[in-house]
């Protein structure tokens, strides 16, 4: 295992963190999928990461990553609080509500995080966030108390994370990129403002769609390629654990692909949209063209009910706006010249062939 800084905060992480939600048991809000690890099982899990070189672990509170937060409490007390980087992460965006959220996420833990982010933070909930008496002044004043150590912004959007990059109250960063979806890292590496934030990359295999078409030494050599902190993977198994440790070990390690030759794997299956999710398009009308690309591209990749939940319930608007949309201004910020309105039109055509059943 190798180890990088975690920006200037002086804490020392593994270059793989190691993702708690597949160590809950049962169902949780963010994922369609049953997990089924009871204590013992996930102790375990953690203990076998935890041999290999890994110190850094994420989590989230109850009930958002299920009890993942209190086994990971248990796995602490049991091999040295000492030894781990705990990160843990609310969705609250309210100050008194993130404040609160914290001293639940200490009971459930049994210790104080290192780390505690803001999790999800949207456009629509940035200002809440970043403003007075928001939950990143919580976090703050949590750690002038001491019951944190580091503050947190995690996003999903560029912008978001680079208000936070250049916000003297955050500590680290957390963001999601991978082997397809890494528009958003190259953006990262080439702004100094991130220069000095630690930065935990999530989504790394993409909720499990890339193993099957990568290998996972490829997927994790490619996020780490980029200076970011520690690149998060999901473990719900010793196997999945040792395979993930170890990436560095695998004998004769290619390069890293191109995104065009990622591309060139996938379209054996399907015709993918070339779109690696740098988020330098704007819709005027608020398509979040990014996240509808993304949809489509899971719709392929296995993930196909989620998918089609998720665009059904704005694709139809979405279309109508690209029909009567004149200057079509996305087209021109995509560096990668997409024809965005077609594509979206495309989308939608898919969905309305495509009528989702609804599961309880
Ligand atoms: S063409 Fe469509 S996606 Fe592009 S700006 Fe217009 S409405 Fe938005
Ligand atoms: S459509 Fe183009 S600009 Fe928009 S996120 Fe994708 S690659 Fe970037």
Redesign the pocket.
């Known amino acids: 295992m190798r180890y990088r800084k975690l920006g200037d905060s002086g804490l020392t992480v593994s270059e793989i963190g190691f993702g708690t939600i597949p160590v809950l048991q049962g169902n949780v809000p963010v994922l369609p999928d049953y997990f089924n690890l009871n204590v013992e099982e996930a102790l375990e899990v953690m203990e076998c990461a935890f041999r290999l070189g890994c110190n850094l672990y994420d989590t989230a509170i109850v009930p958002e990553y299920g009890d993942a937060e209190r086994k990971l409490g248990k796995f602490a007390a049991y091999i040295g609080r000492e030894q781990l980087v705990i990160s843990d992460k609310a969705r609250f965006f309210d100050g008194n509500e993130m404040y609160q959220a914290v001293q639940t996420s200490c009971e459930n833990l049994g210790t104080c995080a290192d780390i505690y982010f803001v999790h999800q933070i949207d456009e629509e909930h940035e200002q809440e966030v970043f403003q007075k008496g928001g939950a990143l002044d919580a976090l703050t004043e949590l750690k002038r108390e001491g019951r944190i150590r580091f503050t947190g912004i995690a996003s999903h959007y560029y912008d978001i994370l680079l208000r936070g990059a250049k916000d003297s109250r955050v500590d680290v960063l957390q963001g999601s990129g991978n082997l397809l979806e890494r528009g958003m890292l190259e953006r990262f590496c080439s702004e100094p403002l991130f220069k000095g934030k630690g930065f935990l990359v999530n989504k790394v295999y993409a909720a499990g769609i890339l193993p099957v078409f990568f290998p996972v030494d490829t997927l994790l050599r490619t996020v780490l390629s980029y200076p970011v902190s520690s690149a998060l993977v999901g473990i719900g198994t010793k196997e999945q654990a040792e395979q993930a440790m170890r990436w560095n070990t695998v004998r004769n390690q290619g390069e890293i692909p191109s995104f065009e030759e990622v591309l060139s794997v996938l379209e054996k299956d399907y015709s993918p949209i070339p779109c690696d999710r740098c988020q330098k398009?704007?819709?005027?009308?608020g398509?979040e063209?990014h996240t509808v690309f993304r949809q489509y591209q899971y719709y392929f990749l296995g993930k196909e009910y989620w998918a089609l939940r998720k665009l059904d319930m704005s694709i139809e608007k979405?279309a109508q706006?690209?029909r009567?949309?004149e200057?079509?201004?996305?087209?021109d910020q995509c560096p990668k010249k997409i024809r965005?309105?077609d594509e979206?039109m495309k989308i939608c055509r898919l969905v309305k062939d495509h009528p989702i059943v609804w599961r309880g």
Do not use: N
């Open positions: 398009c704007r819709c005027v009308y398509t063209i979405s706006h690209c009567e949309c200057k079509m201004s996305c087209m965005i309105p979206i």
